[in-house]
Antibody
Framework: EVQLVESGGGVVRPGGSLRLSCEASGFTFEDYVMSWVRQAPGKGLEWVSGIYWNGASTGYADSVKGRFTISRDNAKNSLYLQMNSLRAEDTALYHC????????????WGQGTLVTVSS | QSALTQPASVSGSPGQSITISCTGTSSDIGSYNLVSWYQHHPGKAPKLMIYEGTKRPSGVSNRFSGSKSGNTASLTISGLRAEDEADYYCCSSAGTYVFGTGTKVTVL
């Protein structure tokens, strides 16, 4: 069974940093492109970042470019999101998700980890 | 890139059919068959319901179907059930991911 379990969320002050992790199991992690998607309170889903199989290629939403860094460790079946210079508007539930095929659908998601940016 | 436009809410009685629209542009929905739909119960992991506009993943009920016309994609739920009550999001993966604004489905 495919499982994605996020961790690392918490409360942080504006300007602070946080590192999220997503532990994958039930599939060959290195074969899949992975993404982070967030949902702010009362808002819709927003794609944050994605990373290719070997980590050589990454992408970011304009709202986080230059502040967030996505990475992966295929030996540990883990995906990460380093979040720096956090702002109140980064407050959200952060999900990791697996991209199934070349057409981009996200076929498995984790339940998310909550990040709250507040003074 | 702007979010795709969905109605904020759609409702129906058990057994009825409802349709959720998702409007984009000629640069995303209009040019590619790369629309997926997700069901999201708050606090749970989103679930893929439709991909490539019309295809259903294994295990998803055939009561869910997708279609596209021009720059608008649609998700139809037939034989509405209480467990279908959730938020639904469309998504275009033509380039980076762009999600829809979300639709709350209420079963009356």
């Amino acid at each position: 069974e495919v499982q994605l379990v996020e961790s690392g969320g918490g409360v942080v002050r504006p300007g602070g940093s946080l590192r999220l992790s997503c532990e994958a199991s039930g599939f060959t992690f290195e074969d899949y492109v992975m993404s982070w998607v967030r949902q702010a309170p009362g808002k819709g889903l927003e794609w944050v970042s994605g990373i290719y199989w070997n980590g050589a290629s990454t992408g970011y939403a304009d709202s986080v470019k230059g502040r967030f860094t996505i990475s992966r460790d295929n030996a540990k079946n883990s995906l990460y999101l380093q979040m720096n210079s956090l702002r109140a508007e980064d407050t959200a539930l952060y999900h990791c998700a697996r991209r199934y095929g070349s057409t981009g659908e996200l076929d498995h998601w984790g339940q998310g980890t909550l990040v709250t940016v507040s003074s | 890139q702007s979010a795709l436009t969905q109605p904020a809410s759609v409702s129906g009685s058990p057994g009825q059919s409802i349709t959720i629209s998702c409007t984009g542009t000629s640069s995303d929905i209009g040019s590619y068959n790369l629309v997926s739909w997700y069901q999201h119960h708050p606090g749970k992991a989103p679930k893929l319901m439709i991909y490539e506009g019309t295809k259903r993943p294994s295990g998803v009920s055939n009561r869910f179907s997708g279609s596209k016309s021009g720059n608008t994609a649609s998700l139809t739920i037939s034989g509405l059930r209480a467990e279908d009550e959730a938020d639904y999001y469309c998504c275009s993966s033509a380039g980076t991911y762009v999600f829809g604004t979300g639709t709350k489905v209420t079963v009356l």
